[in-house]
């Protein structure tokens, strides 16, 4: 049985002023807030560097202020801000902040105090990130593998004062995700309401929480990296430094290995590809579960999945290192490790399909996010295998192949179920309902662009063109219709770019001139639908915590008077 | 509705864009046919599980779209149903592993008859060295470069004499004899890539690394480079122009050995060259065989 809180509001830190309400505040939904705003918006300006970035590769030399540094600028920042700052803050600072208590019934986070630092200082890594724009030298141009030796050699953009702020920066970054994933995890295994057993939570919380787990543990090696590279860099060590020359001149360093840091950065980072995936498949299991008014199909299963890719994923990090240099015999055993990951990601989209099989879809918005997320998401899966299949990775690596893999599946597939989740739970959130017409456009646009924009990207991958060039230039393998299906891609972009506008347009216009929302619209069973606000107050739940007598996923019962039960409702 | 037609649209979207797209492979030149069918493989298994599953979903879509008098199933697990498609999985998984993996054991054993050749990478060229007529690769090394000796080759190591040395011009290969390609950065990561070889690896400073393959076709390929090094890397362009054994043989008659250059430096330079080597012969790096 899990631990409860009592039924005391005494404990919880309550708002005395506007200061402490709005901005200094420790209430769990605000700072989900202040996360998901902070991490919108820098978003945006990952999103505008793509925009950038498309402009020079669809028509190369028609921007002649993009020179190459420019766009290897663009590509690192746009990077490292997507996977990070945008993807990672939002899933976890975002929904893990709003949707943990209110889904275990907890009256807040266990330790609010820390959560509001944590917010604070994640707004401070995103200013010292935002500050590279503006050092000498402009922000690095390493790409966001920021690898050594050349991010802190000369002949990189940014490699004396742009690397620092991002290295920095990242290093705050971990300070505040450790404030944040503390909490996460401390709160699932402690404020859990009387009744909510851990087989009963909903899945959106089991993604979230085993993915702050593994943040924590994924987390340290970005940050020793992060460290080891600023000594490098400032105090003349040489940790990822060997014995090399730096534009014909012998640099001081001696005996440092640059694999090293890529081991670092790799075990940090493929765990982080899970970090941002398990959270997006723990949501959307639930926004299909009830917009399909059907049980998700195979709970356990489902559950048992995500804790095995969690731990599964910290021994496949080398799979991107296959060219890398190191000891060749290791692709044995990553490429096998990184397929047998397959098969719980299998058999997760298995279920999602089942829950949809037999079910009473209602194509609502969030569910068409949800149905797009299932379809990129099981392209983005496919196309990883090949790429971890490490033979048939020599030739796709360091291609398109591998830009358009990880965009459709922790790129587009995870904004999906964010665009998904954000339709789904505006209403709780701010008690209002969007415009569906615009939701139905934005949805329309953006599924069908951004296959348009990466599936043609896999064959100029496996035709050989180069990732991360600032042009193809003369190279007789590339006939002239790349050239035209870069610039293809880049109007497909530029569309997908421009309708997020209405995206934006229907969330400010619907705060303020949307109808009221009904406090449970889509009819759904779990916790945070049965608060007795819309939007729920501080404390959550009034002067009782919600007991809890079932799974969060009663939908369609046989016998059952409605086509839920929620959580709250004793057995007969 | 719209949403199970637009997803049955762009599965068969899909396989209309591969059957007719105008980009695939280059026409492969070298022997890593495994690579391709490895890849053709997972290709085939991967596309019947994209084509099943979406279509499957489509027709769900379809099928259990909410209308009147509808209502969902409520079954919260199917062990048997589940049991049976993570073993299918497994099979399928199993099934493109296996070709992956022996591709790989190839790449990984490189023949004993490889002849080795060295390629340098720099911001932002590439440079070669062969090893001449004894067969060996002299120690080479960072620390050892200056200009009149470009690439670092140790002036002590007596197996450097002979070695064949190309400054930033192309490399040559004879046609069908597997060669084993050693790798050296003097400055940051680089990468080896020819489109058409399937092969590639990365330079890394501090390290050597290798690859091997046999060109089997004639020709003249970009080499460019496949690890991003800096402002330049989409113009670290090279050229391999694999030939008949004979031109080969003939081209390498031109070029100029390591001993030929310190006969061309004045007697001085080479004395402080041999003055600093002996500095540093403590620790040498081995020769490469």
Redesign the interface.
């Known amino acids: 049985m899990a631990t409860t809180l009592a039924d005391d509001l005494r404990p919880l830190h309550h708002p005395r002023s506007w200061l402490t309400k709005y901005v200094w505040s420790q209430d769990h939904k605000v700072i989900a807030i202040q996360y998901s705003v902070t991490a919108i918006l820098i978003g945006v300006v990952a999103l505008i560097l793509s925009a950038l970035m498309r402009l020079q590769l669809g028509f190369p030399g028609l921007f002649p202020s993009i020179q190459p540094d420019n766009y290897l600028q663009f590509v690192s920042m746009h990077g490292m801000i997507m996977v990070v700052y945008l993807l990672t803050a939002l899933l976890l600072g975002g929904f893990g902040n709003y949707l943990i208590p209110l889904m275990v019934g907890a009256r807040d986070m266990v330790f609010p105090f820390v959560n509001m630092l944590s917010y604070w200082l994640y707004l401070l890594s995103v200013i010292v990130l935002v500050a590279g724009f503006f050092v000498p030298g402009g922000p690095t141009g390493a790409g966001w593998t920021l690898y050594p030796p050349q991010a802190i050699t000369e002949g990189t953009p940014g490699h004396q004062w742009g690397i620092a702020t991002m290295l920095v920066s990242l290093a705050i970054f971990v300070a505040a995700f450790t404030m944040g994933g503390l909490n996460y995890v401390t709160t699932v295994l402690q404020a859990r309401t009387k009744g909510m057993t851990l087989m009963r939570m909903p899945l959106s919380v089991w993604g979230i929480f085993t993915a702050s787990i593994m943040g924590l543990l994924a987390f340290p090696a970005l940050f020793v990296a992060a460290i080891m590279m600023l000594f490098d860099h400032f105090a003349g060590t040489s940790f990822f430094m060997p014995t090399m020359q730096s534009m014909g001149r012998i640099t001081p360093t001696e005996g440092g290995s640059p694999l090293l840091f890529q081991h670092l950065f790799w075990f940090f980072g493929h765990p982080e590809v899970y970090i941002v995936a398990l959270p997006a498949f723990g949501i959307v299991s639930d926004l299909i579960s009830v917009h399909a008014r059907r049980n998700i199909f195979g709970y356990r299963m489902m559950v048992w999945a995500i804790v095995i890719i969690g731990a599964l994923s910290f021994v496949v990090w080398a799979h991107h290192m296959y060219v890398s240099g190191m000891n060749p015999y290791f692709g044995f055993f990553f490429a096998t490790s990184t397929l047998i990951i397959a098969i719980p990601t299998a058999i997760k989209v298995y279920n999602w399909l089942l829950t949809l099989w037999r079910g009473n879809i209602h194509m609502r918005v969030p569910m068409l996010f949800a149905i797009a997320f299932i379809f990129t998401f099981i392209h983005g899966g496919l196309s990883g295998l090949f790429l971890g299949n490490v033979s048939v990775d020599v030739p796709l690596s360091d291609t398109f192949f591998v830009v358009a893999h990880f965009h459709m599946v922790m790129g587009v597939s995870p904004v999906l179920v964010i665009f998904g989740a954000i339709y789904h739970w505006y209403p709780k959130i701010f008690g209002r309902m969007w415009n569906e017409t615009l939701g139905k456009l934005h949805f329309w646009i953006t599924f069908l662009g951004v296959y348009a924009i990466f599936l043609p990207m896999h064959y100029l991958g496996i035709l050989g063109v180069p990732r991360r060039y600032y042009a193809l230039g003369e190279t007789a393998f590339i006939p002239e219709s790349v050239h035209l299906a870069n610039e293809w891609i880049t109007i497909a972009a530029l569309i997908v770019f421009a309708a997020q506008g209405l995206f934006f347009f229907n969330m400010i216009w619907s705060l303020f001139r949307g109808p009221r929302a009904d406090p449970n619209p889509w009819g759904a069973a779990s916790l945070e639908w049965l608060t007795p606000q819309t939007p729920p107050a501080h404390g959550n739940w009034g002067p009782h915590l919600p007991v809890v007598y079932r799974w969060a996923y009663d939908y369609s019962v046989p016998g059952a008077a409605r086509d839920f039960i929620p959580q709250t409702e004793p057995r007969a | 509705?719209p949403?199970a037609v637009?997803?049955a649209l762009?599965v068969l979207g899909?396989v209309a864009?591969?059957l007719f797209?105008?980009?695939?492979?280059?026409p492969l030149a070298s022997n890593?046919g495994?690579?391709d069918s490895?890849?053709d493989v997972?290709?085939w298994?991967?596309a019947a599980?994209?084509i099943l599953?979406?279509l499957?979903?489509a027709w769900?879509?379809v099928r259990?779209?909410?209308r009147p008098g509808?209502?969902?199933?409520?079954?919260?697990?199917?062990a048997t149903?589940?049991k049976r498609?993570?073993f299918w999985?497994?099979i399928g998984?199993a099934g493109?592993?296996a070709p992956?993996?022996v591709?790989?054991?190839k790449?990984?054993s490189v023949p004993k008859e490889a002849a080795i050749v060295e390629a340098v990478g720099?911001?932002w060229q590439w440079s070669f060295r062969y090893p001449g007529p004894d067969g060996v690769l002299g120690a080479a090394?960072?620390?050892y470069?200056s200009p009149d000796n470009v690439l670092g080759l140790d002036p002590l190591d007596p197996y450097g004499r002979d070695d064949l040395l190309v400054e930033a011009g192309d490399l040559h290969l004879p046609v069908g004899k597997p060669v084993k390609i050693v790798?050296r950065?003097?400055?940051?990561?680089h990468?080896f890539?020819v489109?058409?070889f399937?092969?590639?690896?990365?330079?890394?400073?501090?390290?050597v690394?290798y690859f091997w393959m046999t060109p089997t076709k004639a020709g003249?390929?970009?080499i460019?480079?496949?690890?991003?090094?800096?402002?330049?890397?989409?113009?670290m362009?090279g050229k391999v122009v694999v030939e008949t054994p004979k031109a080969f043989a003939e081209w390498q008659a031109q070029q100029t050995s390591f001993s030929q250059i310190l006969a061309d430096m004045p007697q001085a330079a080479i004395s402080i060259m041999l003055i600093k080597a002996n500095a540093c012969t403590i620790s040498a790096p081995r020769s490469i065989r």
């Not at chain 2, 509808?70 to 697990?77: F, G, M, S, T, V």
């Open positions: 509705m949403i637009a997803i762009l899909s864009f591969h797209s105008p980009w695939w492979r280059t890593w495994s690579i490895a890849l997972t290709l298994i991967c599980a994209f599953l979406n499957f979903m769900v879509l259990y779209r909410n509808h209502k969902a199933h409520y079954e919260p697990e199917n149903l589940e498609l993570t999985t497994a998984i493109m592993l992956g993996l591709a790989w054991g790449y990984v720099q911001q090394a960072v620390k470069i790798l950065s003097k400055d940051v990561l990468d890539y489109p058409e399937r092969a590639k690896m990365d330079l890394v400073p501090g390290i690394t003249t390929y970009d460019l480079c496949a690890e991003l090094c800096g402002t330049g890397h989409h113009e362009r």
